[in-house]
């Protein structure tokens, strides 16, 4: 399951920096960032801040995709709730934050690390930048985190909460460790117009 799991991550961060650094941009700049989960209406925000500096996602011009939105995996043996949102940066530099969630169909709080059927966790968080490099929860000492769902409304697809974690590199020779705080998203899952 957990390696399930880590190749979906990862393909999801493959395809969305390729996307994002596919883009021919006629700006230099996206459109400004959103107010980050203010609401509970799906507006498709997502804002926290990493290692104190300030972050939100963006749109990007011309996309059908808000600035953040979720995907809602079903199949007979586990749900899988992705939340994402991406700030791009200038024309070439993008970072994606993921919010996977596994078996999640109600509010409450949810506790993020490794994905194993042992850990205690329901999910995950990673942090995946356009020049390769990744962080992850792990569930090993600090790298953990929350999230607080605090709407999951099905008949209308949209989810909100607030979220914070801490991750490490993993990937793409990524090194250190990224401290997530005052997370908060409100989202849509499989609807974008």
Do not use: H
């Amino acid at each position: 399951m957990k390696s399930q799991f880590t190749k979906i991550s990862l393909l999801c961060l493959t395809t969305l920096v390729l996307f994002f650094m596919g883009c021919k941009k006629e700006e230099e700049n996206p459109t400004g960032p959103g107010s980050g989960g203010n609401t509970q209406t799906g507006a498709g925000t997502m804002s926290c801040k990493i290692d104190g500096e300030s972050w939100s996602a963006t749109q990007i011009p011309g996309s059908p995709y808000p600035a953040a939105f979720a995907v809602l995996e079903t199949n007979s043996s586990y749900t899988l709730l992705t939340i994402t949102g991406t700030q791009i940066t200038g024309t070439q530099s993008a970072s994606t934050i993921y919010l996977s969630l596994l078996n999640i169909n109600s509010t409450g709080e949810y506790n993020l690390g490794s994905m194993s059927s042992t850990s205690g966790n329901q999910g995950i968080a990673t942090i995946g930048f356009s020049d390769g490099r990744g962080f992850g929860t792990t569930g090993e000492g600090e790298y953990i985190g929350k999230v607080n769902i605090t709407k999951f409304d099905k008949d209308n697809k949209i989810v909100s909460g607030t979220f914070n974690f801490t991750v490490k590199g993993t990937t793409g020779g990524a090194t250190g460790k990224k401290v997530v705080t005052e997370g908060k998203f409100d989202v849509k899952w499989g609807i974008f117009n």
